[in-house]
């Protein structure tokens, strides 16, 4: 294996996968961190890399950055709650600054990803699974990078020296290196399924993305983007070949159980970062707060034998919500208790999934707990607020960055819930990165830029696995695959990159009437900024 030398605080974290967040630095002889990575087994050398990214997906980082700045999502101000030092009042009207904390610690954890991922690459043989794993996982943190910031802080693959100032790569220049590294460890990368480990279709996923945003990448603050033919031709080969695999398959039945505890390995999904209730090498426990967080105080729901709360924050904005069929589109809501009084079954409630609209109803309670029948029945009851104001959760559609109380503003209960602790930091659910519909619609957009294919059976074949034939459309412009691509990806890391690329980022929506182009891109932090020679603070800030 190659060697170069590490203090033992870097050692630890990349041995113990960031499990903790106490790890105090502590130089001692640096033959010994050596010495004990050189003999760690390929996993354990991968893992950090792996598990980091839990970090860049958390709810309040890539996620806070791609949902609560555009206009799928807010979180709102509600009396003297979620102010958060007007952290998410930033990110709605684009009025962040190089100081905010989201965009700092994401950025922060996304060159820890970059900096496990180069020491696995340093020490891992070269051919193998995990050496090709590791290089897939740095061009992935590079990827993240590249979208949010503009900017890739990277040192290589080969003799690498962390002694050494990195190169920062840009534009084209950041993607021919990502896809150069990808495809030069594309042989030695798992075909088939494994939805939590890089394979060989999850590198050509993020190599299409890639080449679909390529002119964005290009040109951060351009008007009018101009798309390549080659490039959407890439788009359409890679995606293709993806498509043709025959390792996945587009979700029939229940779209939501993509979103389930149990969706390791889900037909649809391609790759995601694994998320377990107990530790694991790769993997662990990580938020479910994406759901949590859009959830009303007084909505009980079973954990484990158990009971919890949502937070009461995150919410759907009025106009995004208006571009669905809430009555014909299965991916708008899904009823799993009647939402009216009445009484069922304990062993039957499962929280409804989806958009929480009007007056909710669940389990009544009292003092916080559930009643529960000597029949082992409960009785569903119109939802209170009960650690708020106790007014009712009527979540109306219309809503404002500074909410008039705890109601308003429609929840969306996309991802299960399961947790362990009152922390609801515990979790089977894994993230989803890459899935089967991205592909189809990502094919569908690229035959339309280049105006040849048949954009309308790809936009038609996610359609018609969501809602049956009935549920086909007749034509297919680029406004279909937008508003498609907001129909099955919601609070899936999406949207602040969809907008950019279709131009409507500068648009206004509820209390967000910013257009600079500036903020297409986060600014760098301070701390990064002062000390990587290369590192330019971005245009605007």
């Given at each position: 294996?190659?060697?170069?030398?590490?203090i033992l605080s870097?050692?630890?974290?990349?041995?113990l996968?960031?499990?903790?967040?106490d790890i105090?630095?502590?130089?001692?002889?640096?033959?010994?961190g050596?010495?004990?990575?050189?003999?760690?087994?390929a996993?354990?050398?991968?893992?950090?890399?792996?598990?980091?990214?839990r970090?860049v997906?958390?709810?309040r980082w890539?996620?806070?950055?791609?949902?609560f700045s555009?206009?799928?999502?807010?979180?709102p101000?509600?009396?003297?709650?979620?102010?958060d030092?007007?952290?998410?009042?930033?990110?709605?009207t684009?009025?962040?600054?190089p100081t905010?904390r989201?965009t700092?610690?994401?950025?922060e954890h996304?060159?820890a990803g970059?900096?496990?991922?180069?020491q696995?690459i340093?020490?891992?043989n070269?051919g193998?699974?995990e050496?090709?794993?590791?290089?897939?996982?740095?061009?992935?943190?590079?990827?993240?990078?590249?979208?949010?910031y503009g900017?890739?802080?990277?040192?290589?693959i080969t003799?690498?020296?962390?002694?050494?100032?990195?190169?920062?790569l840009?534009g084209?220049?950041?993607?021919?290196?990502?896809?150069?590294?990808?495809e030069?460890?594309?042989?030695?990368?798992?075909?088939g399924?494994?939805?939590?480990?890089?394979?060989?279709?999850?590198?050509?996923s993020?190599?299409?993305?890639?080449y679909l945003?390529?002119?964005?990448?290009?040109?951060?603050?351009?008007?009018?983007y101009s798309?390549?033919?080659?490039d959407?031709?890439?788009?359409i080969?890679l995606t293709?070949?993806?498509?043709?695999s025959?390792?996945h398959a587009l979700?029939?039945?229940?779209?939501?159980?993509m979103f389930?505890?149990?969706?390791?390995?889900?037909?649809?999904?391609?790759?995601a970062?694994?998320?377990?209730k107990?530790?694991?090498?790769?993997?662990g426990?990580s938020?479910?707060?994406?759901?949590?967080n859009g959830?009303?105080?007084g909505l009980?729901?079973k954990?484990d034998?158990?009971?919890?709360?949502?937070?009461?924050a995150?919410?759907?904005?009025p106009?995004?919500l208006?571009?669905?069929?809430?009555v014909?589109?299965?991916?708008y809501f899904k009823?799993?208790y009647?939402?009216e009084?009445?009484?069922?079954a304990l062993?039957?409630y499962?929280?409804?999934?989806g958009?929480?609209?009007?007056?909710?109803y669940?389990i009544?309670?009292?003092d916080?707990?559930?009643v529960i029948?000597e029949?082992?029945t409960?009785?569903?009851?119109?939802v209170?607020?009960f650690?708020?104001?106790?007014?009712?959760?009527?979540?109306?559609?219309?809503?404002?960055?500074?909410?008039e109380n705890?109601?308003v503003g429609?929840r969306?209960?996309?991802?299960?819930?399961?947790?362990?602790?009152?922390?609801?930091?515990?979790?089977g659910v894994d993230?989803?990165v890459?899935?089967?519909?991205?592909?189809?619609l990502?094919?569908?957009?690229?035959?339309?830029r280049l105006?040849?294919g048949?954009a309308?059976?790809?936009?038609?074949a996610?359609?018609?696995?969501r809602?049956?034939?009935?549920?086909a459309?007749?034509?297919?412009?680029?406004e279909?695959?937008y508003?498609e691509?907001g129909f099955?990806?919601?609070w899936?890391?999406?949207r602040r990159?969809?907008q950019?690329?279709?131009?409507?980022?500068?648009d206004?929506?509820?209390?967000?009437t910013?257009?600079?182009?500036?903020k297409?891109?986060?600014?760098i932090?301070?701390?990064p900024?002062?000390?990587t020679?290369g590192?330019?603070?971005?245009?605007?800030?």
């Amino acid at each position: 294996m190659k060697k170069h030398s590490i203090i033992l605080s870097l050692m630890m974290v990349l041995l113990l996968g960031f499990q903790s967040c106490d790890i105090e630095e502590e130089i001692i002889d640096e033959a010994l961190g050596e010495e004990l990575l050189t003999n760690a087994d390929a996993l354990s050398l991968l893992a950090p890399a792996y598990n980091n990214m839990r970090r860049v997906y958390g709810h309040r980082w890539f996620f806070a950055l791609q949902t609560f700045s555009s206009d799928e999502g807010m979180l709102p101000t509600r009396g003297s709650d979620w102010f958060d030092g007007g952290v998410f009042q930033e990110l709605h009207t684009h009025n962040w600054t190089p100081t905010h904390r989201y965009t700092t610690e994401t950025f922060e954890h996304i060159t820890a990803g970059l900096a496990t991922s180069s020491q696995a690459i340093s020490f891992l043989n070269e051919g193998t699974q995990e050496y090709a794993e590791a290089v897939a996982l740095l061009s992935h943190f590079m990827w993240v990078a590249l979208d949010a910031y503009g900017q890739v802080p990277y040192r290589g693959i080969t003799d690498i020296n962390f002694n050494d100032d990195p190169q920062i790569l840009t534009g084209s220049e950041a993607i021919a290196t990502i896809v150069t590294n990808l495809e030069s460890v594309m042989p030695s990368l798992p075909t088939g399924k494994n939805t939590v480990r890089y394979t060989q279709d999850a590198a050509k996923s993020l190599m299409a993305r890639m080449y679909l945003n390529k002119v964005v990448y290009e040109d951060r603050y351009g008007s009018n983007y101009s798309f390549s033919n080659e490039d959407m031709q890439r788009v359409i080969d890679l995606t293709t070949e993806v498509i043709n695999s025959g390792s996945h398959a587009l979700e029939t039945n229940d779209y939501f159980s993509m979103f389930d505890p149990d969706n390791e390995n889900h037909p649809e999904i391609i790759w995601a970062v694994k998320n377990e209730k107990t530790s694991v090498r790769i993997g662990g426990r990580s938020v479910s707060r994406n759901t949590t967080n859009g959830l009303s105080r007084g909505l009980l729901y079973k954990v484990d034998g158990g009971w919890e709360e949502g937070s009461d924050a995150g919410c759907a904005l009025p106009g995004f919500l208006d571009t669905f069929d809430p009555v014909n589109d299965p991916r708008y809501f899904k009823e799993n208790y009647p939402n009216e009084e009445g009484t069922i079954a304990l062993a039957d409630y499962e929280i409804n999934r989806g958009f929480l609209e009007g007056q909710l109803y669940g389990i009544k309670t009292e003092d916080g707990s559930p009643v529960i029948n000597e029949d082992q029945t409960v009785d569903i009851v119109p939802v209170q607020l009960f650690t708020r104001d106790f007014t009712l959760a009527n979540h109306t559609r219309q809503v404002s960055l500074i909410a008039e109380n705890q109601s308003v503003g429609v929840r969306v209960s996309k991802w299960s819930i399961e947790d362990l602790g009152a922390n609801r930091d515990d979790t089977g659910v894994d993230i989803v990165v890459f899935r089967l519909a991205d592909l189809y619609l990502m094919r569908a957009e690229a035959q339309l830029r280049l105006g040849s294919g048949d954009a309308l059976s790809d936009i038609n074949a996610v359609r018609v696995a969501r809602g049956g034939s009935d549920f086909a459309k007749g034509n297919a412009t680029l406004e279909d695959v937008y508003l498609e691509r907001g129909f099955d990806f919601y609070w899936e890391y999406h949207r602040r990159t969809d907008q950019i690329r279709f131009e409507k980022w500068e648009d206004s929506w509820v209390d967000k009437t910013d257009s600079d182009p500036n903020k297409r891109v986060f600014p760098i932090p301070p701390g990064p900024l002062a000390q990587t020679p290369g590192l330019v603070q971005n245009p605007g800030y």
